[in-house]
């Protein structure tokens, strides 16, 4: 965006920048595809979580949005929800400006304090012909708290080095997902478990046709 704000001019300060977040990790990789994935544990119990997560506006970045500000970003959690962006309207000294927007992604499954899986093209990728599934499970934690994972895979044709772009994205999300922890109280920092790669988001035991699942 800006956007997940990975523009082609801030790829490389993204991946040097001095003070940047926690990392997750590029767990796989190929010419056509990559997956991010990252694991966190708050302190809210799982509805709370919930809730913040569906309301970006409340803990996304505004340097990663394209009109500027994340008070403009706006989630619905229903089958066809976008996962939207208002771009205001610039009035000029000669004549009213008119607004714009953004569709950042589409919601494919929201199961409350449980999964969300969204379907779009973060950022720059919004301009190449590729798709991308974010899937982040939300599952109770020892001492009331929630652990969330998140995954996000990207798939088609890249005119980016994917070692490149696969690294920024991972960067840029991994970004967001430390601002939700911090409003929601870190229990845990940022991390990848062996456990995550063999589960991922979604997924259930003896139903393979699930994975990767989740969001």
């Known amino acids: 965006m800006n ?56 803990w996304w970045d505004d340097e990663h949005t394209w009109s500027g500000s994340a008070a403009n970003l706006s989630l619905v959690p229903q089958g066809g929800g976008c996962f939207c962006e208002r771009i205001p309207e610039k009035d000029g000294a000669a004549d009213v ?24 093209a ?21 001492g009331g708290g929630t652990k969330l994972v998140w995954e996000y895979a990207v798939g088609g044709h890249l005119r980016y080095p994917v070692a490149t772009i696969s690294n920024a994205v991972d960067a840029v999300m991994s970004q967001q997902i430390d601002r939700l922890a911090d409003k929601l109280g870190r229990e845990a920092p940022l991390e990848n478990s ?22």
């Open 97 to 120: 400006g008119l607004a714009g927007s953004a569709q950042h992604m589409t919601v494919v499954m929201a199961e409350p304090m449980k999964v969300l899986r969204m379907r779009g």
């Open 194 to 215: 062996p456990a995550d790669k063999e589960n991922p988001p979604g997924a259930r035991k003896g139903d393979k046709d699930t994975q990767p699942g989740g969001l």
């Open 3 to 58: 956007s997940i704000a990975l523009r082609v001019g801030i790829i490389a300060g993204v991946l040097i920048m001095p003070g940047a977040p926690a990392r997750g990790e590029v767990a796989e990789s190929s010419p056509t595809h990559f997956v991010t994935r990252a694991t966190v544990t708050v302190k809210a119990v799982p509805k709370a979580a919930w809730l913040a997560l569906t309301d970006p506006a409340g």
């Open 122 to 142: 973060l950022g720059p990728l919004q301009s190449e012909p590729v798709d991308g599934v974010l899937s982040i499970t939300l599952q109770p934690a020892n």
